[in-house]
């Protein structure tokens, strides 16, 4: 079975440019989640959707940030415009009900 | 007081040792607890579901307990390949909130 699907791998950008992570969930996944980890922070929660309605987006940093998930099968996170402080690692994860979650390779960001 | 606490280590310990690492969590509501393992520069993956009366897989126990809402995983018999950091995970429905991990190396 495939994955959770995530690309790019790596992203580098001057800051004020516009970035776009996109993610293909598990199929049959109703579940799906942007988390961003940093050696300081750890992972944290940017926001999850519930069958492609967004649940809470309480954990997205700002309005630089937002998420879309337009059909079960695709969703992305935008930075726009990004800074150098959103260098990170961004995953994706799904999940279906309350099973565990199934987390993407990651998109590694660095904003120069 | 932070959702979940983990002591971020590292865990030097020589292989064949037994090591344990404890988790906190703050929210008395919560109902599903789950330990991952992150590689270098890989995503996390699921290492075991904790269950309240406490489960075995292979080399690796984990333990809860409600009244002092700590989650314990122990590693008996340690390989090398066990170097990782190991995330707890705690949640009330979703999402998922993760502590910030403890890094173990296993030394030959």
């Known amino acids: 079975d495939a994955g959770v699907i995530q690309s790019p791998r790596h992203e580098v950008t001057e800051m004020g440019q516009e970035v776009t992570l996109r993610c293909k969930p598990i199929?049959?996944?109703?579940?799906l989640f942007w988390y961003r980890q940093t050696m300081m922070r750890g992972l944290e929660l940017l926001i999850y959707?519930?069958?492609?309605?967004?649940?809470?987006d309480s954990g997205m940093p700002e309005d630089r940030f937002s998420a879309k998930m337009p059909n079960a099968s695709f969703s992305t996170l935008k930075i726009q415009p990004s800074e150098p402080r959103d260098s990170a690692v961004y995953f994706c994860?799904?999940?279906?009900?309350?099973?565990?979650?199934?987390f993407g390779n990651g998109t590694r960001l660095t904003v120069t | 007081r932070k959702e979940v606490e983990q002591d971020p280590g590292p865990f030097n310990v020589p292989e064949g040792a037994t090591v344990a690492f404890n988790c906190t969590y703050s929210?008395?509501?919560?109902?599903?607890f789950f330990w991952y393992r992150q590689d270098c520069r890989k995503e996390p993956k699921l290492l075991m579901s904790?269950?309240?009366s406490g489960n075995e897989d292979g080399r690796f126990t984990a333990q809860l307990n409600r009244a002092s809402q700590y989650i314990s995983l122990l590693i008996r018999d340690s390989k090398l390949s066990d170097s990782a950091t190991y995330l707890c995970?705690?949640?009330?429905?979703?999402?998922?909130?993760f502590g910030k991990g403890t890094r173990l190396s296993v030394i030959a």
């Open positions: 959707f519930n069958n492609n309605v967004p649940i809470d």
């Open positions: 199929s049959g996944h109703n579940s």
């Open positions: 994860a799904s999940s279906f009900l309350n099973s565990p979650l199934h």
């Open positions: 995970v705690v949640t009330v429905n979703t999402p998922l909130v």
């Open positions: 904790v269950y309240s």
């Open positions: 929210n008395s509501a919560s109902q599903s």
